[in-house]
Each structure stands twice: as C-alpha cells, then as structure tokens.
C-alpha cells in the first residue's frame, strides 16, 4: 500500500513542521490543508475551531486517503485531537508548545510562551507548565498580531521591525529570560527576526523536531510505503499569492484546489 501525509493549520505556519518532516522523509508525498477562511483560529469560539477542522480534515482525508494527518496548529491541537481521532481511522499527530524542552534548556528559570491568545490561556497549556515547568517561572505572551506577520512575510511583504518590538516588549523587560517557546507554528517562520530583537542570550524553542520524530515512529509502524503523488496545497478563503505560489513550490507543494469551508 502507498500512501501520503496530510499536515493542516489554519493558515501557512505549518509549512514550519513540513520543513522537518520533509526534510526527516523526503520520500514521503506531504500535502497541505490551509483554513484560510477561518484564519486566525485564536480568535475563534472553540465549538466552531472543533467543527469546522473535523469537517474539513475528514472531507480531504476521504479524498487523499493518507497514511496520517498532522494537525500543525497549536491552538486546534489543543481542541480539537479527541474529535478527530475519533472521526478519522488513521492516526492524528498534534502539536503542543514546547514546554517541556525549553524548562529543560532554561539556566535562570525563567522562560516565557509566546502563543496565541487562546493557546496562553488554555487549562491545557496549564497542565503543561504544571508537568513539565513547575519549577520555572513561566511568562505568557499572547498574540494574533504574529500570526499575520507570518502571514504577511511569505506573501512577500517585509516584516515590520517597529511593530514586532511591540509585541515582544514585554518579554524584552525581563532580564532573566533566556528560553521562549514559539508555540504557535506560525512563529518559527518569524524566527530570525524574533531572534535578532530578543537577542542572543534567549533561546527559540519549537516542536518540529518532535512531530518529524513522532511522524516516523508512525511511518515505520505502519509499513506503508511513500507513495509517487507530487505534495498538494488545498485551502479554504484565499487562494495564494504569487510569492507564495512561489514560496509553497520550494517546499514541494503545488496549488491544487480551493474548498468550501464549512
């Protein structure tokens, strides 16, 4: 049997988990599903982020029939896994702020989780900090404003430097900070300008790593084999523009179609 990965987000953050699991397993054919339409999913009532993921993933899985799905968003994660696993009969890989790692990394105790709104006030995310950070002093910043950049910079437009020192000025005021969680995955593909305000003493933390090691337990349990497809990018809203026409082909993906949103 030959198959496929199918990695979903609300808009093109996730293309910062296909960039590991691509490079982990050039082989395998990745295709993308961005909910352009309901984009940014911080700002959305849960049951209608619940609702609109599970009918969205289910409807392209029955098209695709991949091997699995990554669900490359934090926020949806952090909702909407139990539903679709229990929707889907193939395995579902979410991601979580990388919590765990950056209390690990941390020398001062001191680390911050720069997130989405929703994800910062989740009691998941409390479960987290509480498991893994207990010891850490942990600072949560949450914002959508990111997540446009992001957005923004692969449509072409340069990032903003002014704007960005805004919304990082709180963690600029904190001395001790030497690890900050992107846990949103939005987030990496900001991570040289995130890096170059907060300075060389602060460490980025993401979840890539991680999901591409998890995708090839999967892989390598499953014995199914990568199939010849070339990777598709399936959307909801806006179709990409020509810089991310151009951005999406480097990383494997051609414009296949746009769908409904539900």
Same mark, same amino acid.
């Given at each position: 049997?030959?198959?496929? &990965?199918?990695? +979903?987000?609300?808009?093109?953050?996730?293309?910062?988990?296909?960039?590991?699991?691509?490079?982990?397993?050039?082989?395998?054919?990745?295709?993308?599903?961005?909910?352009?339409?309901? +984009?940014?999913?911080?700002?959305?009532?849960?049951?209608?982020?619940?609702?609109?993921?599970?009918?969205?993933? !289910? @409807?392209? $899985?029955?098209? *695709? @029939?991949?091997?699995?799905?990554? $669900?490359?968003?934090? !926020?949806?994660?952090? *909702?909407? =896994?139990?539903?679709?696993?229990?929707? =889907?009969?193939?395995?579902?890989?979410?991601?979580?702020?990388?919590?765990?790692?950056?209390?690990?990394? %941390?020398? @001062?105790?001191?680390?911050?989780?720069?997130? !989405?709104?929703?994800?910062?006030?989740?009691?998941? !995310?409390?479960?987290?900090?509480?498991?893994?950070?207990?010891?850490?002093?942990?600072?949560?910043?949450?914002?959508?404003?990111? $997540?446009?950049?992001?957005?923004?910079?692969?449509?072409?437009?340069?990032?903003?430097?002014?704007?960005?020192?805004?919304?990082?000025?709180?963690?600029?005021?904190?001395?001790?900070?030497?690890?900050?969680? *992107?846990?949103?995955?939005? +987030?990496?593909?900001?991570?040289?300008? &995130?890096?170059?305000? *907060?300075?060389?003493?602060?460490?980025?933390?993401?979840?890539?790593?991680?999901?591409?090691?998890? $995708?090839?337990?999967?892989?390598?349990?499953?014995?199914?084999?990568?199939?010849?497809?070339?990777?598709?990018?399936?959307?909801?809203?806006?179709?990409?523009?020509?810089?991310?026409?151009?951005?999406?082909?480097?990383?494997?993906?051609? +414009? %296949?179609?746009?769908?409904?949103?539900?």
């Amino acid at each position: 049997m030959m198959s496929s &990965i199918l990695l +979903f987000d609300s808009g093109v953050g996730g293309l910062s988990i296909l960039e590991h699991v691509r490079e982990a397993f050039p082989q395998w054919p990745v295709h993308y599903l961005a909910d352009n339409a309901r +984009f940014p999913y911080g700002e959305l009532e849960e049951e209608n982020l619940i609702h609109g993921c599970v009918h969205l993933i !289910t @409807t392209l $899985v029955r098209e *695709l @029939t991949p091997a699995m799905v990554v $669900v490359a968003c934090n !926020t949806a994660s952090t *909702l909407a =896994l139990p539903a679709l696993r229990s929707a =889907l009969p193939i395995p579902v890989i979410g991601v979580v702020p990388a919590i765990k790692p950056a209390a690990a990394l %941390s020398h @001062t105790g001191t680390i911050a989780l720069l997130a !989405t709104p929703g994800t910062v006030r989740r009691s998941y !995310t409390d479960g987290l900090i509480q498991d893994f950070a207990p010891h850490c002093r942990v600072i949560r910043l949450g914002s959508s404003d990111l $997540v446009r950049m992001a957005e923004e910079k692969l449509s072409g437009k340069a990032v903003d430097t002014s704007q960005l020192h805004k919304v990082l000025a709180p963690l600029l005021a904190e001395a001790e900070l030497d690890a900050v969680v *992107l846990g949103c995955t939005h +987030f990496p593909l900001l991570r040289d300008e &995130i890096g170059q305000v *907060l300075g060389p003493k602060v460490r980025l933390v993401d979840s890539g790593s991680a999901i591409a090691r998890r $995708v090839g337990t999967l892989v390598n349990e499953s014995r199914v084999l990568p199939g010849k497809q070339q990777g598709g990018y399936y959307c909801t809203g806006q179709v990409p523009s020509a810089a991310l026409a151009g951005y999406l082909e480097g990383c494997g993906l051609v +414009f %296949s179609t746009r769908i409904a949103a539900s």
